[in-house]
């Protein structure tokens, strides 16, 4: 039953953009995988080791400053760029797992929170890098090149539509091998119960360091897409928005399932261009607020897993 | 040498600012155990109510600002009543995402209701500086420092030498034996999540004046006063105390000698440091494993 | 007693100070490999202490822990548990969220070897490991008689359940010296007495077993060695014979205000 149900729902996803007309909706759709893979990497840490980044929008946008400038001012290949957006913040999430070791709770979530303001006020700043706050326009398509065939470049939106979806879904495969690994299991036990963990020999500083190279990769990864997508980078990418966005589609999905944070990207994606014509976005933001709390009040394990929980007993 | 006495003194006016913003949040953080990420938020309340009051109703400057905080002072007690009451034996990784959601709710209600343009409060304070020797200084600031230090000071008092303030300080140090001997838990975390809120208003009512007044102000504001903490300690009335005026200090020499654009950046930075270098900032405990 | 070449355990002169208090002011004592080992001591003796500083919870003020010749002072518990020195917890302490399975599987975390490069490309090996671990944690869970249970999820079951299952954790680690906060502690007599047969199947397994109890006669019954502490010293060290007819061992307890069931 949930075979046919998970095939039926691959087969309506990879052929979205044969019957999605309107090119606005095959957007959202985009938007919405380039967010799953966010909202997967934020629950990586979130969900299975239960530390809250609050400065994840920060690996965002440097995964896609690192590609911006890579295929913008070296002229590097955008495959090239992706590598690199994925890279480059997975070192940065070393940096910053490294030096946290011994901070839990809150005091993580403030360093993460610096960490962010200090890298978004650098790309403002560093004008001479990043080119402030005009930002670099011009970044080049994404090109597929297969030898002897002539290149496609992934300008259309279908296409562009097709490579988010391969990413969500190697993402996904990604992490539900690691959550089914020994791996998983020790990032799990560092949650419910770290005193205990260790006591048995597991490294918390490695996992929680490795949780956050994987989460910030991706996240990374994330922001590369996005730059070859939009084609543009602007600060606005360390947009302290972007990573509420994140909370709330973790949070509300389901934080520790790895549907959950599908589910709420998507949600949180559509919802606010379906609204988008009935009110403004600080009214959005506004509603984020509030639901937050509202799902923290009533469904506080998430949509996911509260509807899964209803499912089972008839 | 002037240059840098100038710079020591706006850093220590503005510093007792910050030290206000900090207590407010240091003790919410280290009496009732809440991480008040909208803390921010009850600043920018104080500093556009005070707008509103002298724009709104033309009341006077000095009458708007004890409004200011009593407005923030009320909106904490409900948030208690409501948000926090509730939530009061979960987790605190569950209380901390509820009050994230209060600051987006309560920021985007500014901007909703307020615009996003930047708007100025006028005082009944000349713009001429004072010169006191080498260095100048605008009344509004001394203001502003007078009524800070003022408000540092009755807060310590009625922490320490008050009912009430003994009251809170047994509460959260033992919850039972307060209860036994006949203190109402319920109203004390009330009253002192208002009390931090209300210190907050304060801030903001005293700041907003000074600088220009947008909705996103709590965010820094915000940061600056998780700055003030970690470097104080949590829960230290003092080292909050102190710790403002470090911050102040620091951000007007950062300001000065290294660019202004990253005068903000030094919240930061102190708190990475810290949180790194001696995460048990001037004194107290810190949340460490292992 | 006499100290082997090569100790299990062997603890000099660790102390634990802070503020004025000294939690242990001095302590030194050897565990003998395969025996069966109690700590014993009045509330607030010092014994969780000892425990903490041995595994790497607590950094001693003085005095150095080693395990099998090499200093493990000040290291960090999960390195120590690598050595095969692994311990349970004084308040019942399980993974609430998991089920019995995942629950020792997680214990055997040091059994498996993959990373994350297997996980990306070595797919088989993984699934291999995995189907190893499973058939290991089958065998523990069986060994400490919760075979029934192994489905269910840790926060439902019963008490003594729950302590038999934090062995069973605790023995995945594959430990060489199992340290057991107050094993038997909430437990009905009969409770004990598969404790009491528990520790001695394990220790036929060639485990060297320190505990940390209170009841006197599981203790008299099980041990090889008796260590008791008062007021954080050392005061006795003997079989458990000797160690109950020593006066300062009997006036400790008595002028506590402790009884002796003996």
Same mark, same amino acid.
């Given at each position: 039953?949930?075979?046919?149900?998970?095939?039926?729902?691959?087969?309506?996803?990879?052929?979205?953009?044969?019957?999605?007309?309107?090119?606005?909706?095959?957007?959202?759709?985009?938007?919405?995988?380039?967010?799953?893979?966010?909202?997967?990497?934020?629950?990586?840490?979130?969900?299975?080791?239960?530390?809250?980044?609050?400065?994840?929008?920060?690996?965002?946008?440097?995964?896609?400053?690192?590609?911006?400038?890579?295929?913008?001012?070296?002229?590097?290949?955008?495959?090239?760029?992706?590598?690199?957006?994925?890279?480059?913040?997975?070192?940065?999430?070393?940096?910053?797992?490294?030096?946290?070791?011994?901070?839990?709770?809150?005091?993580?979530?403030?360093?993460?929170?610096?960490?962010?303001?200090?890298?978004?006020?650098?790309?403002?700043?560093?004008?001479?890098?990043?080119?402030?706050?005009?930002?670099?326009?011009?970044?080049?398509?994404?090109?597929?090149?297969?030898?002897?065939?002539?290149?496609?470049?992934?300008?259309?939106?279908?296409?562009?539509?097709?490579?988010?979806?391969?990413?969500?879904?190697?993402?996904?495969?990604?992490?539900?091998?690691?959550?089914?690994?020994?791996?998983?299991?020790?990032?799990?036990?560092?949650?419910?119960?770290?005193?205990?963990?260790?006591?048995?020999?597991?490294?918390?500083?490695?996992?929680?360091?490795?949780?956050?190279?994987?989460?910030?990769?991706?996240?990374?990864?994330?922001?590369?897409?996005?730059?070859?997508?939009?084609?543009?980078?602007?600060?606005?990418?360390?947009?302290?928005?972007?990573?509420?966005?994140?909370?709330?589609?973790?949070?509300?999905?389901?934080?520790?399932?790895?549907?959950?944070?599908?589910?709420?990207?998507?949600?949180?994606?559509?919802?606010?261009?379906?609204?988008?014509?009935?009110?403004?976005?600080?009214?959005?933001?506004?509603?984020?607020?509030?639901?937050?709390?509202?799902?923290?009040?009533?469904?506080?394990?998430?949509?996911?897993?509260?509807?899964?929980?209803?499912?089972?007993?008839? | 040498?002037?240059?840098?006495?100038?710079?020591?003194?706006?850093?220590?006016?503005?510093?007792?600012?910050?030290?206000?913003?900090?207590?407010?949040?240091?003790?919410?953080?280290?009496?009732?155990?809440?991480?008040?990420?909208?803390?921010?938020?009850?600043?920018?309340?104080?500093?556009?109510?005070?707008?509103?009051?002298?724009?709104?109703?033309?009341?006077?400057?000095?009458?708007?600002?004890?409004?200011?905080?009593?407005?923030?002072?009320?909106?904490?007690?409900?948030?208690?009543?409501?948000?926090?009451?509730?939530?009061?034996?979960?987790?605190?990784?569950?209380?901390?995402?509820?009050?994230?959601?209060?600051?987006?709710?309560?920021?985007?209600?500014?901007?909703?209701?307020?615009?996003?343009?930047?708007?100025?409060?006028?005082?009944?304070?000349?713009?001429?500086?004072?010169?006191?020797?080498?260095?100048?200084?605008?009344?509004?600031?001394?203001?502003?420092?007078?009524?800070?230090?003022?408000?540092?000071?009755?807060?310590?008092?009625?922490?320490?030498?008050?009912?009430?303030?003994?009251?809170?300080?047994?509460?959260?140090?033992?919850?039972?034996?307060?209860?036994?001997?006949?203190?109402?838990?319920?109203?004390?975390?009330?009253?002192?999540?208002?009390?931090?809120? #209300? =210190?907050?208003?304060? &801030? *903001? !009512?005293? /700041? $907003?004046?000074?600088? %220009?007044?947008?909705?996103?102000?709590?965010?820094?504001?915000?940061?600056?006063?998780?700055?003030?903490?970690?470097?104080? #300690? =949590?829960?230290?009335? &003092? *080292? !909050?105390? /102190? $710790?403002?005026?470090? %911050?102040?200090?620091?951000?007007?020499?950062?300001?000065?000698?290294?660019?202004?654009?990253?005068?903000?950046?030094?919240?930061?930075?102190?708190?990475? &440091?810290?949180?790194? /270098?001696?995460?048990?900032? %001037?004194?107290?405990?810190?949340?460490?494993?292992? | 007693?006499?100290?082997?070449?090569?100790?299990?355990?062997?603890?000099?002169?660790?102390?634990?100070?802070?503020?004025?208090?000294?939690?242990?002011?001095?302590?030194?004592?050897?565990?003998?490999?395969?025996?069966?080992?109690?700590?014993?001591?009045?509330?607030?003796?010092?014994?969780?202490?000892?425990?903490?500083?041995?595994?790497?919870?607590?950094?001693?003020?003085?005095?150095?822990?080693?395990?099998?010749?090499?200093?493990?002072?000040?290291?960090?518990?999960?390195?120590?548990?690598?050595?095969?020195?692994?311990?349970?917890?004084?308040?019942?302490?399980?993974?609430?969220?998991?089920?019995?399975?995942?629950?020792?599987?997680?214990?055997?975390?040091?059994?498996?070897?993959?990373?994350?490069?297997?996980?990306?490309?070595?797919?088989?090996?993984?699934?291999?490991?995995?189907?190893?671990?499973?058939?290991?944690?089958?065998?523990?869970?069986?060994?400490?008689?919760?075979?029934?249970?192994?489905?269910?999820?840790?926060?439902?079951?019963?008490?003594?359940?729950?302590?038999?299952?934090?062995?069973?954790?605790?023995?995945?680690?594959?430990?060489?010296?199992?340290?057991?906060?107050?094993?038997?502690?909430?437990?009905?007599?009969?409770?004990?007495?598969?404790?009491?047969?528990?520790?001695?199947?394990?220790?036929?397994?060639?485990?060297?077993?320190?505990?940390?109890?209170?009841?006197?006669?599981?203790?008299?019954?099980?041990?090889?060695?008796?260590?008791?502490?008062?007021?954080?010293?050392?005061?006795?060290?003997?079989?458990?014979?000797?160690?109950?007819?020593?006066?300062?061992?009997?006036?400790?307890?008595?002028?506590?205000?402790?009884?002796?069931?003996?």
């Amino acid at each position: 039953m949930r075979r046919l149900g998970l095939g039926a729902l691959l087969a309506v996803c990879a052929t979205a953009p044969l019957w999605v007309w309107n090119p606005y909706h095959l957007h959202t759709l985009i938007m919405a995988g380039i967010f799953a893979v966010l909202a997967l990497s934020l629950n990586l840490l979130l969900g299975y080791t239960g530390q809250l980044s609050l400065g994840h929008a920060a690996f965002f946008g440097i995964g896609a400053y690192a590609t911006g400038l890579l295929t913008v001012k070296l002229e590097w290949s955008p495959w090239i760029g992706l590598l690199a957006a994925t890279a480059l913040p997975a070192l940065a999430g070393w940096v910053i797992g490294r030096l946290a070791l011994k901070l839990r709770g809150a005091y993580f979530v403030l360093l993460t929170i610096s960490f962010a303001g200090v890298i978004s006020l650098v790309s403002v700043n560093w004008m001479d890098l990043t080119n402030g706050p005009l930002g670099l326009p011009g970044v080049p398509p994404v090109e597929l090149a297969v030898p002897g065939l002539p290149a496609l470049s992934l300008r259309t939106k279908g296409a562009y539509y097709y490579l988010v979806l391969a990413t969500v879904v190697a993402s996904y495969l990604f992490c539900l091998a690691l959550i089914r690994s020994r791996i998983g299991r020790a990032l799990v036990a560092l949650r419910e119960n770290e005193t205990l963990a260790v006591s048995v020999g597991i490294d918390g500083t490695h996992y929680l360091v490795l949780a956050a190279v994987i989460s910030a990769g991706m996240a990374g990864l994330g922001g590369g897409l996005y730059a070859h997508y939009t084609r543009f980078v602007s600060p606005e990418v360390f947009l302290f928005s972007y990573t509420v966005t994140m909370v709330i589609m973790v949070v509300a999905g389901g934080k520790g399932t790895l549907t959950g944070p599908i589910v709420g990207a998507v949600i949180f994606t559509v919802l606010p261009e379906a609204l988008r014509e009935l009110t403004s976005w600080q009214w959005q933001m506004l509603l984020y607020g509030i639901l937050l709390i509202a799902v923290l009040f009533f469904m506080p394990r998430g949509i996911v897993p509260t509807l899964e929980a209803r499912w089972r007993r008839p | 040498m002037e240059q840098l006495l100038q710079h020591l003194l706006n850093g220590l006016l503005l510093g007792a600012t910050y030290s206000l913003l900090g207590i407010g949040l240091t003790l919410v953080f280290g009496l009732m155990n809440v991480v008040n990420f909208a803390h921010g938020e009850f600043y920018t309340l104080g500093a556009y109510a005070v707008f509103a009051a002298l724009v709104g109703a033309s009341v006077s400057f000095f009458v708007a600002i004890p409004l200011a905080i009593a407005v923030g002072a009320a909106l904490g007690a409900l948030c208690e009543r409501v948000l926090l009451r509730p939530l009061r034996d979960e987790s605190i990784d569950t209380v901390m995402l509820v009050m994230i959601g209060l600051w987006i709710a309560m920021q985007n209600a500014e901007l909703l209701g307020w615009g996003g343009v930047a708007k100025s409060v006028g005082t009944p304070f000349s713009t001429q500086p004072v010169v006191l020797g080498h260095v100048s200084v605008s009344p509004l600031r001394i203001f502003v420092f007078v009524v800070s230090a003022a408000f540092i000071v009755g807060a310590h008092l009625l922490l320490a030498r008050t009912k009430l303030g003994r009251a809170m300080r047994a509460t959260f140090q033992d919850r039972e034996t307060a209860a036994l001997m006949g203190v109402s838990i319920e109203r004390i975390h009330t009253i002192t999540f208002a009390f931090g809120a #209300g =210190l907050a208003a304060a &801030a *903001g !009512a005293l /700041l $907003g004046p000074v600088f %220009l007044l947008y909705p996103s102000m709590g965010d820094l504001a915000s940061l600056k006063a998780f700055s003030v903490v970690i470097l104080g #300690g =949590l829960g230290n009335f &003092a *080292g !909050a105390a /102190l $710790g403002g005026i470090v %911050l102040g200090v620091a951000e007007e020499l950062g300001a000065g000698y290294v660019s202004s654009g990253y005068r903000d950046a030094v919240g930061f930075v102190i708190i990475v &440091a810290v949180l790194l /270098l001696r995460p048990s900032g %001037l004194f107290a405990r810190a949340e460490r494993v292992g | 007693m006499a100290a082997p070449v090569t100790a299990m355990l062997e603890v000099r002169e660790v102390a634990v100070r802070f503020g004025g208090v000294s939690a242990l002011g001095g302590v030194s004592f050897a565990v003998a490999p395969g025996t069966v080992t109690s700590l014993i001591g009045p509330n607030g003796a010092g014994k969780t202490t000892a425990f903490n500083v041995i595994t790497g919870f607590q950094r001693p003020s003085a005095g150095r822990v080693s395990h099998e010749g090499v200093a493990i002072t000040g290291w960090r518990p999960h390195r120590i548990a690598e050595r095969g020195v692994v311990r349970t917890f004084q308040k019942t302490s399980v993974f609430p969220g998991l089920t019995v399975m995942d629950n020792v599987l997680t214990g055997l975390h040091l059994r498996g070897r993959v990373g994350v490069a297997a996980v990306l490309l070595a797919r088989r090996r993984v699934r291999d490991e995995e189907q190893r671990l499973r058939q290991e944690a089958e065998r523990v869970i069986e060994f400490v008689g919760l075979g029934r249970r192994r489905d269910e999820l840790a926060s439902v079951l019963s008490y003594g359940d729950q302590r038999l299952l934090e062995l069973a954790v605790a023995l995945g680690a594959q430990p060489r010296l199992l340290l057991l906060d107050e094993p038997a502690s909430g437990m009905t007599a009969s409770e004990k007495l598969a404790v009491a047969a528990l520790i001695q199947r394990i220790r036929q397994q060639g485990v060297t077993v320190f505990l940390v109890e209170h009841d006197m006669r599981l203790v008299m019954q099980i041990s090889d060695c008796v260590l008791v502490l008062n007021y954080g010293r050392l005061i006795a060290n003997g079989s458990a014979d000797e160690v109950q007819r020593n006066p300062d061992v009997i006036r400790a307890y008595l002028g506590a205000g402790a009884r002796v069931d003996a």
